[in-house]
């Protein structure tokens, strides 16, 4: 039986167009954070040749401050003391990579030295193995994979607003500094808050502040989470700006 030339042609767009929406709707829900009205053609073209899990573990690179480290795309130059990523994919096992994430490294008794945090009880498993995905990957671009960026000229308050959610205090300290990550082995179970009187009470000096910033808070081995060391990762007009975003907390 032979059909309109005109019926096949709508056949195929129907086709077509319901093939597109399917894809469309699956990259919604796979990046339902990163939707963007402006680029939509750029960013799909982008991120089409990466693989969802590595495009995901660079999302989890940016999100929990390993950029700011190793820098971004894990390419080094933030500090003598932290490597570069780039190589380490090919060098280290996937379980070599997930055990380092989990459980920290670095010289943890020297608070001038940069140590690699105790991850394993604020990041998933998933988000772990996406991490992994992504550097065994070669850390390659993806698009809106990028850090906070840092208002200028708007006050330190503002700034440090920023700093705290680029530099992943966020991740531990919560929104606003509330709190309420778990950290089972620690005394009160949780990481503790930024706001609230207790802080204040504790932390009631601007030396106070900076001196626990640059020095971590390493008091334990996994999985109890420690703090690691800012001091010469930070400098000190992001520690100002940190701060004073961190006295608006009431």
Not at 66 to 80: E, F, Y
Not at 161 to 185: F, M, Q
Request: aromatic content about 6%; overall charge positive.
């Amino acid at each position: 039986m032979k059909r309109d030339p005109l019926v096949l042609v709508a056949i195929a767009v129907a086709v077509l167009l319901a093939v597109g929406a399917g894809v469309v709707g699956w990259g919604a829900g796979h990046y339902t954070n990163r939707v963007k009205t402006v680029g939509t053609a750029t960013t799909t073209r982008a991120s089409a040749s990466v693989d969802p899990k590595v495009a995901a573990g660079a999302h989890a690179f940016v999100q929990f401050a390993c950029a700011q480290c190793h820098g971004l795309g894990g390419k080094g130059g933030v500090s003598p003391d932290v490597p570069a990523l780039t190589q380490v994919g090919q060098a280290l096992t996937v379980s070599q990579l997930t055990n380092i994430i989990d459980h920290g490294l670095g010289e943890s008794a020297n608070p001038t030295k940069p140590y690699m945090p105790v991850w394993g009880a604020v990041i998933s498993k998933r988000q772990v193995s996406e991490l992994v995905a992504y550097i065994r990957a070669g850390l390659p671009s993806v698009a809106d994979a990028t850090p906070v960026a840092v208002p200028q000229n708007q006050g330190e308050a503002v700034a440090g607003a920023a700093l705290y959610v680029r530099d992943g205090c966020i991740n531990c300290h919560g929104p606003n500094g509330l709190g309420g990550v778990p950290n089972p082995l620690s005394p009160d179970k949780t990481i503790p808050s930024l706001s609230g009187v207790d802080f204040r009470k504790e932390f009631n000096t601007y030396k106070k502040i900076t001196d626990v910033i640059r020095s971590g808070s390493v008091i334990g081995r996994a999985p109890i989470v420690s703090m690691p060391h800012w001091g010469g990762i930070l400098s000190d007009a992001d520690l100002k700006a940190l701060v004073a975003y961190l006295k608006t907390l009431k």
